[in-house]
Nanobody, 117 residues
Framework: QVQLVESGGGLVQAGGSLRLSCAASVSIFRFNVMGWYRQAPGKQRELVARISSSVSTTYAESVKGRFTISRDNTKNTVYLQLNSLKPEDTAVYYC???????????WGPGTQVTVSL
């Protein structure tokens, strides 16, 4: 069973930075795509960024130029660097992994990011 564990969340002032990590219990080569989603109170979960096995990246318009997704295959870890944070970035951030073999995605339990004014 695949386990994803996020870390790195916290409370930061607007304009600050955080780096989120998502550690997988298996080789991340098993996944076609890995990504970060977020869910703010009262809102639907939304895609923030994703990275493919070929290191192709996609970002939500709201985070382009501020967030950077990357992966370290040797550590089975995906990162999300969050810069120039805004209060509207406040949410629970979830790691997601889509397997090559069609089946169910894997999700982490989430890590809270809170941005204060």
């Amino acid at each position: 069973q695949v386990q994803l564990v996020e870390s790195g969340g916290g409370l930061v002032q607007a304009g600050g930075s955080l780096r989120l990590s998502c550690a997988a219990s298996v080789s991340i080569f098993r996944f076609n795509v890995m990504g970060w989603y977020r869910q703010a109170p009262g809102k639907q979960r939304e895609l923030v960024a994703r990275i493919s096995s070929s290191v192709s990246t996609t970002y939500a318009e709201s985070v382009k130029g501020r967030f950077t997704i990357s992966r370290d295959n040797t550590k089975n870890t995906v990162y999300l660097q969050l810069n120039s944070l805004k209060p509207e970035d406040t949410a629970v951030y979830y790691c997601n992994a889509v397997p090559w073999v069609p089946g169910e995605d894997s999700w982490g339990p989430g890590t809270q990011v809170t941005v204060s004014l």
